[in-house]
């Protein structure tokens, strides 16, 4: 099974450049958890629950 690589949104990007641990945290978690956090961000209707 081949692995899709995921779309990280902005908002998440622009945190993780702010914050590199995080985003090397969240490297090292697996894509299926990479998955859920980024849908749940993705749900999201306003900037401030971002």
Do not use: W
């Amino acid at each position: 099974m081949e692995l899709v690589e995921l779309a990280v949104p902005d908002d998440l990007a622009t945190a993780f450049a702010a914050n590199p641990a995080a985003g090397l945290f969240f490297d090292s978690i697996s894509n299926s958890l990479q998955r859920y956090h980024v849908d749940n961000i993705n749900a999201t209707k306003t900037t401030e629950t971002k």
